[in-house]
């Protein structure tokens, strides 16, 4: 199984933007939907956005609807989420990971990375 590494969190002011970063480990990615996840203090992680790597049809979790944007650039092997007007409620552990087409399902059997640190300051 191909590991995925998070990068580009970072510390934030309230209404900032981030842009966070993911690519395999090693070779490419072989999912047909990759999404974004965040963990919060305390909280269960939740699912935030993913992107069919075909035809390139996104969705979004209700909480960063027009303010995050999930991409990706086949060349680079990456995907990005573009974070926009940035809230201290999305300070998070944030996780790309592969989800099950038409979910927002992570394969039980999928290794979580570390994650990238965002942190949102008012």
């Known amino acids: 199984q191909v590991l995925l590494v998070e990068s580009g969190g970072g510390l934030a002011q309230a209404g900032a933007s981030l842009r966070l970063s993911c690519k395999p480990s090693?070779?490419?990615?072989?999912?047909?939907?990759l999404g974004w996840f965040r963990r919060a203090p305390g909280k269960a992680r939740e699912f935030v956005a993913d992107i069919a790597w075909s035809t390139n049809t996104t969705y979004y979790a209700e909480s960063v609807k027009g303010r995050f944007f999930i991409s990706k650039d086949n060349t680079k092997n990456t995907v990005y989420l573009q974070m926009n007007s940035l809230k201290p409620e999305d300070t998070a552990v944030y996780y790309c990971?592969?989800?099950?087409?038409?979910?927002?399902?992570?394969?039980?059997?999928?290794?979580w990375g570390q994650g990238t640190q965002v942190t949102v300051s008012s």
């Open positions: 990971a592969p989800v099950i087409p038409g979910s927002i399902i992570v394969p039980v059997t999928f290794q």
């Open positions: 090693g070779g490419a990615f072989t999912e047909d939907n």
